[in-house]
């Protein structure tokens, strides 16, 4: 049996997840944030007082690379962590007035990162796309 690396879903998945987030990067180079950050940023503006672990599954990343991010934003005054008074191991995640008002910012540019990459391709494409990669994310989920 043939295998072509160029026909291989995954590596076109892979490929394509690679450009979308250096276009994403590229977009937000003036605020020194990086498309890992955006997506805990992301998970923040829709409900804050999230723990490490909560944020690391809601983002699919481990709990150690969670932690790194969460680090780097913290020193960019974006978010702060407080001792989750119901377990001293853990924190609570917050985010700060820098953390609330970048996303004015950073969202026009998201669009504007995802229009580029959406160019040509119609709603009923997309939200075909979208769903068959749900499918497929379940599908490795089991």
């Known amino acids: 049996m043939e295998f072509s690396l160029d026909d291989s879903l995954g590596f076109i998945l892979n490929l394509s997840n690679t450009r979308m987030k250096n276009n994403l990067l590229h977009h937000f180079k003036e605020y020194n944030v990086t498309p890992e950050q955006w997506a805990i940023l992301n998970r923040l503006w829709e409900k804050e007082g999230l723990s490490s672990k909560e944020l690391a599954e809601l983002t699919s ?17 974006f978010i ?21 008002a970048i996303k004015d910012k950073l969202v026009p540019l998201a669009n504007e990162a995802l229009n ?27």
């Open 116 to 142: 580029k990459a959406i160019h040509g391709i119609s709603k009923e494409e997309l939200e075909v796309t979208k769903a068959v990669l749900n499918k497929l994310t379940k599908n490795l989920e089991r």
């Open 61 to 77: 990343k481990d709990q150690p690379t969670t932690v790194r991010i969460l680090s780097r934003l913290e020193r960019k005054s």
């Open 80 to 100: 702060t962590r407080q001792v989750n008074p119901e377990d001293s191991r853990a924190y609570i995640i917050s985010l700060t007035s820098e953390g609330r």
